[in-house]
């Protein structure tokens, strides 16, 4: 009992990710099929997992319901919507006009403004929290506000060169730099991907 | 009324309701927030369901067998929502994230190390731009090389150089944190436009 | 002078919220006709769509979202106009779950346009998965999409795989642009152009310099120059205007808030020194 809860995951993502990985060096027909058909298995397999954080929060908006927590009244709204637009969704389909109604008219107007909530904030960690406290910090916001000012026509109404500056900063020092960090990045990431595929990293399959 | 304006005035209202958030937390802004996580979760878990049936159900059911073990492995993962059989959600998920890391691997070696390298080797050193372009990306991956004792004379030069890189990575940062300003007060704007056009017709 | 600064550094963020919402709004009303530089990048799609020839074959990959939309929309907009013009196959494919909803209304705009479905231009359905996705399309891309029935759609039909597209769009905000690129531009070298939301730019400017991307275009002001050089005049071009003074208060506020930390510090620093003696 111990290997299935503990190994088998482990020598599942094993098997699974070495053929993956394999099957971009090799040619071995039964190595490109195993490699199509896991592919295909993982994307069934990801379907499935879209509906996990429904079921959480179903489950953890109940209980606030039952144990009675601080604004456990709203809890009740997100059920409502929750169940009510996944009955619609799933028994009249996406294409429902309702369905779609209830899209255009509320979940992307609530989306798009919880999303753009952000741009007061960042205005407000601009003027209290953004400090030139050192010549690093100093040129990253020199850097930060030419790119700004290049970018819209303000800038280039002011100065015709603020959009050349910024023309150059993104294709050779913001380019070369992040073409570096991309580099390093990717080092890391198949190291990490190694460390899956070889059953040295535990902590992706989360608790019991 | 029309639906098409009930639809609009909908919409304003949610708008409004989350911007409320700025002046302080307030119930309107509560119920927009419950809202919008049930609608959230509610579509994605649509779209899986849609996904689950065209996918996997209906092609098995048409006689694509192999689909079982993805059909089995699925509900397997479904147990997660179940504290005492969790466990059992471990088996596909190590298979998922095995699968995951191979694919990434294979995009990491192609694209962003092997033709990224191609890239910088083949450039060609006839402008100022492509010198400095060359400079910098030596100077950026020194940075990130740790092997190196900084106290012996080789360690410290490549130290200095890493230092360089420091400096040039803060200007890509910069630009990034301009793009990035740029991107938020884009969401506003449309926003704005929104609810002074199509709500409250003060544009045209 | 002290407490002047530090309570203009402490100042109500509600004060700062509403300046912001009036730097915004003022300019939708009283319009400046600031200028507008094309770049480089957003040409370079222009040119790359512009190349195609008639009736050519085109993927149009999104990842746009209602997080997204402010910047990606006019974009798609504006591309989808441009492909419309040059007579493209448009194969529809939303990878992010709430693109579907986005590609049905392409779709309708198309069709209002004349096109036929089916024939002219086709909507993949949403899959799960992500890279895995990219992976599929880019190994076997009929085996994909294993749910759409032979006969179904003529245009569907008349494709093999990624092989015989023209040109892949590829609209989002984030992860796509890399699997895009690692495992169909890799393996296919279709010519690639790349709409984004500005937060990346810097990221995927490299694929650019790497040739890559043939086009990306990028933010609301990408949106903005393409629609000036294909001739759609539509929702960014107006929404420029605001994206300046915004960006003028952000500087503002910035260069403030130094300027009084500076002379606080100094200030602190000159009064320890007098205490010290």
Known sequence: MKFVRSSLPIYLGVVGGAVVLLAYFLTPKLLQD??????????????????????????????????????????????????????????????????????????????????????????????????????????????????????????????????????????????????????????????????????????????? | MDLAVLGVWIAAFCTLAVYSFLYGDNPVFKFAEHAFVGLAAAHVAVMGIENM?????????????????????????????????????????????????????????????????????????DTLDNVLYLVIVLCTLSYFLFAFNDRTRFGGAIKSVGVVGQYVMMIAFGASLGATIMARLSLVIARLDFLFRNWLHLLD | MDDFLTRMQNIDRRIIYTVVFIVLAVPMFKPMGLPLKITRETKASYDAIEALPEGALVMF?????????????????????????????????????????????????????????????????????????????????????????????ELWDSIDGMQDFDLFVDCGGGETQRWAIGHIEAKYH?????????????????????????GIVSGLNGAAEYEVLAGFPGLAASGMDAQSLGHLWVIFTIVLGNVAYFITKAGKAAKARGGGD
Not at chain 3, 191 to 208: R, S
């Open chain 3, 190 to 214: 279709i010519p690639h152009i790349t709409l984004i939301t500005a937060v990346i730019l810097a990221v995927v400017q490299p694929y650019f310099t790497s040739r890559q991307f043939s």
């Open chain 2, 53 to 125: 049936r065209n996918r996997a159900w209906e092609p098995f059911v048409a006689g694509q067998w192999w689909l079982l073990g993805a059909l089995i492995g699925g509900v397997m993962l479904l147990t997660r929502w179940f504290p005492s059989v969790r466990w059992i959600s471990r088996i596909p998920l190590g298979f998922m994230m095995g699968v995951a890391a191979g694919m990434a691997a294979r995009r990491a070696i192609e694209s962003e190390f092997w033709k990224q390298i191609i890239s910088t080797a083949g450039m060609k050193l």
């Open chain 3, 61 to 153: 990959a999104t990842a746009n979202a209602p997080g997204t939309q402010a910047e990606l929309e006019p974009q798609s907009i504006a591309v989808v106009k441009h492909l419309m013009r040059k007579n493209a196959k448009i194969v529809f494919n939303p990878v992010a779950a709430e693109s579907p909803r986005y590609c049905d209304r392409y779709r309708e705009m198309m069709a209002a346009a004349g096109f036929e479905e089916g024939v002219d231009f086709i909507q993949l359905p949403y899959q799960a998965g992500g890279e895995t996705l990219y992976v599929a399309m880019g190994t076997d891309l009929k085996s994909a999409y294993v749910m759409i029935q032979p006969g179904q759609y």
């Open chain 1, 34 to 208: 195993l490699s199509k058909w896991f592919g295909e298995w993982r994307m069934t397999l990801a379907a499935f997992a879209l509906t996990l954080g429904a079921g959480n929060l179903l489950r953890i908006h109940a209980n606030r319901i039952r144990l009675k927590r601080e604004s456990f009244a709203f809890s009740y709204v997100l059920i409502f919507f929750l169940i009510g637009y996944i009955v619609l969704g799933t028994f009249w389909g996406r294409t429902h006009p309702l369905y779609s109604y209830i899209f255009d008219n509320a979940y992307q107007p609530l989306s798009a403004t919880v999303f753009s909530i952000n741009a007061f904030y960042i205005s407000t960690a601009c003027y209290r929290a953004f400090r030139a406290r050192n010549l690093q910090a100093a040129v990253l916001l020199i850097a930060g506000v030419v790119v700004m000012l290049g970018k819209v026509g303000i800038g280039y109404a002011i100065w015709p060169g603020f959009a050349t500056v910024t023309d150059w900063i993104m294709n050779v020092p913001n380019s070369a730099a992040m073409r570096g960090i991309n580099m390093a990045a990717a080092l890391g990431a198949l190291g990490v991907s190694l460390r899956v595929i070889l059953g040295l990293e535990r902590g992706h399959l989360g608790g019991e």
